[in-house]
């Protein structure tokens, strides 16, 4: 019986270092899509504005429909746009990245976007656009350099902690 | 709002201006207009899209939905001699587009000849109404089961919006906005086969080269134009293919008597 406890112990101790170690290391891929799904949509943004001179309105309603973290953010800002609003598309946008993104220097960027939105000529707003998205690229790297480092060390942080409480339990 | 009130006028540093019947007077608590405030108007106006409205822009105007036109006024951007766009926007005019259904009525038997639409020439100086006559007479001849289709190129007419024309302009009536009248008068020929068209402020000579296409093909035109009187319009460079060949049979002269307007109707 006691055989039994301590091997079920064990291999808690284990999964449960394992599992904090994921945890911890979440944060850094979540980032990391964070980023790319920004870089995604602005992309697609870009193009809307520079070939099809698209509504803002309308390129913020196809953007729900994209896959990603940023879709959130679209379909707020979509949703506000379809009601009576009295702050400017700058405000707004300013406003529900802060709601939708952890803090970061990504979001800022991505936050400072909407300053040039929506009173501009498109080839002003498309530089605006490829600025951002060349400072969002420079994040994107260093989120992956810091999944590859801090990600794997929380990783194995956790299952060394896991092992470790699993020795002083046996 | 003031059922009077034509037009809204927005001046950086100064306070909001109404105008009616060529009168223009201080909307009285409106404190001094901001250039953050003009900004504003304008993306309330393109609904935050500048960019999409940048061809009207050029021509300084911008169409809010609704068929409201937003005169423009400011520094021009010039590249190669051709205004690429206004910046610093300094003023703003909002024309406040209104329905006014049944006001065409009386000039309805004069326009009207066997079921058959007379070319009509709508005139007055601006801000007399010609647009909101022209977008009855419409409305009126739609609903007589006569096809109209609707050069509407600065998107006042029908300020169609997601599709859906937001004056009535009859069910029997097509519209077609944003394109030069010249092509979209080519286009509407081809494609609708209207038995009317229908066109807004006829003032250059691509304009005049769209009625005369219209004329040719057999279609009868209802067009507006400013000026004073029959002689001030058809005295005009600009129309003058027009005059010569005796396209328009009617011309209709918008007045005033007071507060009141009056059409005058002339035949060529």
Same mark, same amino acid.
């Given at each position: 019986m006691e055989f039994y406890l301590k091997t079920g112990g064990t291999i808690l101790f284990l999964l449960a270092g394992f599992l904090v170690g994921q945890r911890a290391a979440q944060e850094y891929l979540q980032h990391m899509r964070n980023i790319e799904s920004m870089i995604l949509c602005l992309d697609r943004m870009q193009g809307e504005i520079a070939w099809?001179?698209?509504?803002m309105e309308e390129i913020f309603r196809d953007l729900t429909a994209q896959e990603g973290p940023c879709a959130a953010f679209f379909f707020k800002i979509s949703h506000a746009f379809s009601e009576e609003r009295q702050e400017s598309l700058a405000a707004l946008w300013q406003r529900t990245a802060c709601e939708t993104f952890t803090p970061s220097r990504a979001r800022d960027i991505f936050a400072q976007l909407g300053q040039s939105l929506?009173?501009?000529d498109a080839e002003q707003e498309c530089h605006a656009i490829a600025y951002a998205v060349e400072r969002l690229k420079t994040e994107l790297e260093q989120a992956q350099e810091a999944n590859r480092t801090q990600g794997v060390l929380k990783r194995r942080l956790g299952v060394a902690a896991g092992i470790g409480l699993a020795i002083l339990f046996l | 709002m003031d059922p009077l009130i034509e037009e809204i006028r927005l001046r950086t540093g100064r306070f909001v201006m109404a105008s009616a019947a060529g009168k223009e007077w201080e909307l009285s608590g409106s404190g001094a207009v901001t250039p953050a405030q003009i900004r504003q108007v304008m993306e309330n106006a393109t609904r935050a899209s500048l960019h999409s409205a940048a061809e009207s822009l050029r021509h300084g105007y911008v169409t809010a939905d609704g068929g409201c036109r937003i005169g423009i006024c400011g520094t021009a951007a010039v590249s190669d001699h051709e205004v690429g766009s206004i910046r610093e926007i300094s003023s703003l005019c909002i024309r406040v587009a209104r329905e006014h259904p049944g006001i065409a009525a009386p000039l309805l038997e004069n326009v009207l000849r066997n079921g058959r639409v007379l070319n009509t020439l709508l005139v007055s100086p601006p801000g007399l109404g010609k647009t909101t006559l022209l977008r009855d007479l419409v409305r009126l001849i739609s609903t007589q089961g006569i096809r109209v289709a609707i050069a509407d190129e600065r998107g006042e007419? @029908? @300020?169609?919006h997601a599709g859906v024309p937001r004056f009535d302009v009859g069910a029997h009536t097509d519209v077609l906005t944003g394109a030069p009248k010249e092509y979209a008068v080519m286009t509407l020929l081809r494609t609708m086969t209207p038995c009317v068209i229908a066109l807004d402020e006829i003032s250059e000579a691509c304009d005049a080269h769209a009625v005369e296409m219209a004329a040719n093909c057999g279609v009868s035109i209802l067009a507006t134009v400013h000026g004073h009187d029959r002689q001030d319009v058809l005295s005009r460079p600009v129309l003058a293919e027009i005059r010569t060949r005796g396209i328009f049979r009617r011309v209709v002269v918008i007045g005033m008597n007071g507060a009141k307007r009056t059409f005058r109707i002339e035949e060529l």
């Open positions: 099809r001179l698209t509504p929506g009173s501009f | 007419l @029908a @300020a169609v």
